[in-house]
Each structure stands twice: as C-alpha cells, then as structure tokens.
C-alpha cells in the first residue's frame, strides 16, 4: 500500500506540487511565527538581572552644575534616614524605556560595543544584581589609576572569550583612562523583559562635593507595603537639597506594566496577523484538499468496491497527504535551516530553530490531517454504489 | 450461490419516495453466467449494487453462499467483496495515475500478499486478456475496449467466486463487445466463476443462460 501511495503521489506530481508549495509556503510562515513566539518567550522568561519590586525611580529634571554632586549625596543621605526607606543609590540610565548609553571595549584589538550604566556603590544591594564573580565597585577602587568596570557574564565572555576577565585592564574608547574589569553578574536587561540579551556594563558613580559626572536618577528601595503617600515627604527632602531641580518619581512595577503594555502592542498585533495568517492557510488547505478529495470521490467508490474498507480508504487519503506534507515539511526544513546563514535575521539560536521546526513540523501534520480527513469522512459517507457515479 | 429474498429498495427525499426495487426473490447457481435485461431505469443497476454489497436494500435480504450478510460489519463487507466479487463498470473506474499493471494489482494491497506476489498475480490476469504487453501503459493510452479489459483484469485478479459486471459492453463497438462476452464465457466455462451481467443488448444477453427481466423495479420473468 505504502508503494501504491508513493507511486500515486508520484504520478500525480502536477497536481501535488501545487498542494506541495502550498504546504512549504505554510510552513515557513509558521516557522516564523513559531521561531518570534518563542523568541519573545524565552526572553520573557529569562531573569531580568535585577529586582524592581517595592523600588521608586527619582528622575531629577533640570541642568546639572557640577555643585549639584553635593546635593544630591545630602537628598540621597536624607532619604536613607526615611524609616519607610531600604536604600537609596544612584543610577544613571532609566529602566524600562528606550533609552541607552554604549561604548566600546578593546581588547586584542577587537572591538566590542555593549550597554553601559553608572551606578554608586550600594547600587547592587538595591537592585539586587547577582554578582558572580569578583565583586562590585566599592571605596576601594578610590584614587586608583582606573575606573572600575562590572561586566555581565556576556558581555565578558564576548570581550575576553575563555580568558579570566577579572583584573583586566581596557583602555577607554576616546583614551582618556583605563578601565579595570572588578566583577562579573549575570544579564542585566535595562530594557525590560522583552529586551534580547546583550552585553552591558556598570561604570562607578562617586558621591562627591562637586563633579562634572552628572547623575540624573536615584533609585529608591523601600520597605514592602510602604504607601505612595511617602512621595510627598521625598519631595520635601528632595526640593530642600536639590532646589534647581524638579522631579519625575514612579514606581518601577508601574513603569515595567506600562512598557509591558507599549510592548505587547505589535507582539499581540503579529500574533493576531498570524492567527489570521494560519487561518486563511487552514482554510486554503482545506479548499485544496477538499476539492482534492472531491475529485477522487468515483476513486472512493472503486477502492471500497474491491475491498477497501472505509478506515482504508482514509487511511489511504490521509496518508497520501500527510505523505505529500512530509514532503514539503523536509523542504521547508531545508530552507529554513538556510535562514541563518543569510544573516537577516541575525544569530537565530539552535534552540529556538528546533523549536521552530517542531513546532511548525507539528501543526502542519495535524491541520493536514484534519484537512484530509473531513472531506475524506464526508466522502465516506457516500455509499460506494453513489461515490461510483459522482460527478 | 447468491440469493435475494424479498428485496425492496425506496428512495426517500423530504417530498418524494421512489421505488426502485419491489419483492425482488431471485437466486443465482454457482458457476451460472445471468444477465439482467430492463428498459433505463428500471433499476437494474441498483439490483446489481444490492448483489455485489455495494448498496443496502430497504427491506428484504441477501445471502451469498449461504451466508445473510445484512448483519455484517463494513469491514467484513469490505473483506467479503475484496475475496468474493469482482465488479467491472461499464465507465472501466480505471485510475488514470496509475499504469496498468498497477492498477489490475489494486484489489490485492487489501490482502495480505507480497509485492512480488501480487505482480504475478497481475501479469497473469493481463495475459488472460491479452493485454501482457501493455503492463506499463497508463488508461489514457488505451482503446476503450482495452481499458475494459483491464477492468475485467482488475476484476479477476483476486480469483473471486462471483463477477458482475454493468453494462461491460455499453460504451463499445460491437466488435470490442464481442470480445468481452468472451472473455466472460471463458470465465465461467474456464473457472467456474458466476458472471452475473446488467444489459441493454438482446443480442449479449442471449449469449448467457438465463435472462432475467425487471420492469419498473419488478422481476418479470
């Protein structure tokens, strides 16, 4: 039976190629979509490398002198007064929106771009940053002939490959100092959750008198179930130090719903183009192999007459197609696995690629099926007599 | 050898009910070759569906060798008709995807026979209508005589008891019919096989031995 089926398949080539393309074209585009869903969720899924529950991000908004160092170390000191108040530290970059700040590393000559923030020392304890290696930046690295540089993991195995990286020294990219790498954490994804993983690094901000290193945000931990009321004591404290400032304070829960939300929009819009996408491929499919099985209705008829029973025949039809599906899927297979090499997608991962496949693999054998076997079991249920003088 | 007792086929719609087949009692002998005789319409061909099972009768009851079959399930119908009847149609029902040989081997891939088997099987039934040397030509290059007898290939190739065959001549010149009828003589006078055979052509039927007339889904003699 196998044979009759390869040799019928084979003899109707024209015919089923047609179906063919249709079932390769269906697939890629669900290898697609398979490969964005579980590329959002693998980095949905992924720690963040940090914590932003029960923190509140203080954004100062005015020109920065370089006297307002001070002030601002006396508004962070006030703060940390505040019983409500864990800890309070500074750190450069905003989470949970677009913004970034990069440079670049060399070493060996090879350059190597990555995210970079500054943060004061306690910085880690606030944000809970795993460190996993060495250690944090700290009053240590004061009056060095260095500033001290905390990597993420990839960030240090790109720069330095297999080579240890604590102790490393790296020139700034304009040559102004040196960088000296101090520890190693784990990704650190400013972004939010949906942000790919990248290289990033910490630079250290110093609490000073009076500096040129401006500093626009402080991060605010406070202890779990403290009111939003306490916003307007940080208020008080942070006009009374810092009086040429206004200020910007949200919650970072808050912010990571809103960019949560801003987010899914165009995920949630492709998913639903998609659904839409396989929809009118189910449908398709369905009208070819329904008007497939409608032609070979009389065919029906004969093949029950001679001693096919009716679990035969759609065994016979199904398997034909899911023969032919098998067909297209090893061929999209192919191209898919060309995908990577064309560099338009960037390094999709070997994961998410046999995810992808499988995925896709899947739902076209099982819409296949169905697709076959409704109109097959309509057909059936013509009596062999009637599907013998179809027309 | 086949027997039908008291058949009744009605076709219902929402509006209207059509008797095709009413108090139908014939038996056929074994190795007895039958033709059926009746103007269009009068339901010969659905008498012939009911006998080769491939049809249920309304009311009424078929027996083959002693067996009433209306309790059988769809597989051992299936089972029934691959070992015990072989159909020839009067539009051939060749595949047209598949070559001939292929196509006289279909019956048997719902047997448990091996290819080589089933092969031989096929060469066999060609030589026996003469068509050894068209093993690998597809329908569409044949006549029309010889597309039917790749059907009456088809139809023998599982060495079934009982042939029956709608119109086998119909679509032919008198010269392909003639060579059909004997064909179908040889099966029975060479296998002992019952033929039962659905006709318009006087002629043909007088070639067999025993006409049976239906008239407006009644036997008439």
Known sequence: MIRQMLVLIWNRKRINALIMLEITLSFLVLFAVVVSALYAWKKYSTPLGFDYRDTLSVVLIGQWEPHHAGQLKRAAEAMR?????SWCEASHMDLFTKSYWTTVLRHNDKPTQLMVNRASDQYHQLARIPVIDG?????????????????????????????????KVLPHSLGKFNYKVVGIIEDYRQH??????GEYGFRRYVWEENSDTRMRQLMVRLKPGTPRSIERDMLKILKTNLPDYDFSISELSVARESYMRKSLIPLITSAMLAVCLLLMVAMGLLGVLWQNVAQRTQEIGLRRAIGASTTGVLVQISGELLTMTAFSVAIGTFLALQVPFTGLFGNIE?????????????????????????????AMRITPADALHYE | MIVLKN???????????????????????????????GPSGCGKSTLL????????????????????????????????????????????????DLNILDNVMLPLIYRKTSTKERRERARTALERVGLQSRLHHFPH?????????????????????????????????????????????????????????????????????RVVRIFDGRLVA
């Open chain 1, 81 to 85: 007064t505040m019983p409500e108040v």
């Open chain 2, 49 to 96: 569906n009911i006998m080769g099972l491939l049809d249920e009768p309304s009311a009424g009851y078929v027996h083959i060798e002693g067996t009433r079959i209306d309790s059988y399930s769809d597989r051992s119908l299936a089972t029934l008709r691959n070992h015990q009847i072989g159909f020839v149609f009067q539009s051939f029902h060749l595949i047209p």
């Open chain 1, 192 to 197: 939010g959750d949906l942000d790919p993983l």
């Open chain 2, 141 to 209: 290059q044949l006549s029309g005589g010889q597309q039917q007898r790749v059907a009456i290939a088809r139809a023998i190739v599982g060495s079934p008891r009982i042939l029956l065959t709608d119109e086998p001549t119909g679509n032919l010149d008198s010269q392909m019919g003639g060579e059909i009828m004997k064909i179908l003589q040889s099966l029975k006078s060479d296998s002992g096989t019952t033929v039962v055979m659905v006709t318009h052509d006087e002629e043909k039927a007088e070639q067999t031995d």
């Open chain 1, 350 to 378: 070997a994961d998410l690629m046999v995810g992808g496949i499988t995925g896709a693999t899947s739902v076209m054998l099982v819409l296949a099926f169905v697709c076959s076997v409704y109109p097959a079991w309509l």
């Open chain 1, 135 to 167: 250690r944090w930046f700290g009053p240590q690295d004061t009056g060095g002939d260095y500033e001290p540089l905390v990597l993420n993991r990839r960030a240090a195995q790109k720069v330095f490959g297999s080579e240890s990286p604590l102790g």
């Open chain 2, 7 to 37: 058949i009744e086929k009605i076709y219902r719609t929402e509006t209207v009910e059509t008797i095709a087949l009413h108090g139908i009692d014939l038996e056929i002998e074994e190795g007895e070759f039958v033709s059926i005789m």
